[in-house]
């Protein structure tokens, strides 16, 4: 899923390309990407593009007469750029947005289809949208640590729920996590005051440090090739290789559809988190210790 380092860049460019265009079209390939009935699809033809600015994970478009056109990707969604009249993929193709500069292709590519969009006017309904989220590069360490700690849960869980703090999901939680050297599983009300900080410098430095990471790569390309894994990430996606600080293996633990992963020697002191799954089968044979996979 983009989140926010993908999402800035994205808005980057958008804006480039949008800003004070005219929306003429929306071709809709997919019955269930449109969530909302009033306004009408209609109602935003023919109008200016004021900007365009991130909700949590989603992307809005400003357009005149306070009007927003909010675009989710969830997991598998992506924009692409093409010329003016592009034509909608056949498969992955969800809608196209027909503006006087071009056009924006937005693709799913999961059986799956869980991206959305909503047409609303007004910014009280906008709102309505907001799951609440604080954004972490606008805060200082008082709120933040306020905020994290104002339900005790696990970091992981605290980090991605967007109703907690905006725009950070599980690809780049894990790389939050190893700079700070916390394990994904510790609860929130039980770090120190010396855990919060770094915790907090850490989501700062994380999130900046891709975010100009992404840019640089984009350039001046519209960013088509959105993933959540790179290369260069430490941990996220990093199952069974070395870690980048101490060489010891990645781990990795799977529940529901998302995982987390992590060194265990900078993260738990060596303790091996269980796997729901694999350590209600292995019972007493589940690895407990670092040493123990040796």
């Known amino acids: 899923m983009p989140e926010l380092p993908d999402l800035t860049v994205y808005l980057e460019h958008l804006s480039a390309r949008l800003k004070g265009a005219t929306l003429t079209s929306i071709r809709l390939n997919s019955p269930f990407l449109l969530r909302t009935v009033t306004p009408t699809v209609e109602d935003l033809l023919g109008r200016e593009v004021l900007g365009v600015r991130r909700l949590a994970k989603q992307v809005v478009m400003v357009l005149t007469g306070d009007y927003f056109l909010v675009i989710h990707l969830m997991v598998a969604g992506r924009f692409r750029w093409t010329e003016p009249g592009a034509k909608v993929p056949a498969r992955a193709g969800l809608a196209a947005f027909d503006f006087s500069t071009g056009t924006l292709i937005l693709t799913e590519a999961s059986k799956k289809k869980r991206a959305s969009l909503r047409l609303v006017q ?11 989220g604080l954004e972490v590069l606008d805060v200082d360490l008082t709120t933040f640590s306020q905020r994290l700690q ?35 599983f510790k609860l929130s009300r039980s770090l120190s005051e010396d855990q919060l900080e770094r915790l907090y410098r850490a989501c700062r430095e994380v999130l900046t440090l891709w975010t ?15 993933t959540a894994f790179h290369p260069q990430m430490a941990v996220h996606g990093k199952y069974r290789q070395p870690c980048p600080n101490c060489g010891a293996p990645v781990q990795r633990i799977v529940y529901a559809e998302n995982e987390a992963n992590y060194c265990a020697h900078c993260q738990t002191g060596g303790r091996l988190l269980a796997d729901r799954s694999l350590s209600r089968l292995l019972k007493d044979n589940w690895p407990k210790r670092l040493e123990d996979l040796e």
Do not use: C, M, W
């Open 150 to 184: 104002a339900a005790n849960h696990t970091l992981k869980r605290a980090l991605t729920d967007q109703r907690v703090f905006a725009g950070i999901g599980n690809a780049y939680s894990d790389e939050i996590l190893l700079s700070a050297g916390l394990s994904p």
């Open 122 to 132: 007004g910014e009280s309904a906008l709102a309505e949208l907001d799951p609440g």
């Open 212 to 226: 100009v990471r992404l840019s640089a790569q984009a350039g001046d390309k519209f960013p088509n090739k959105v």
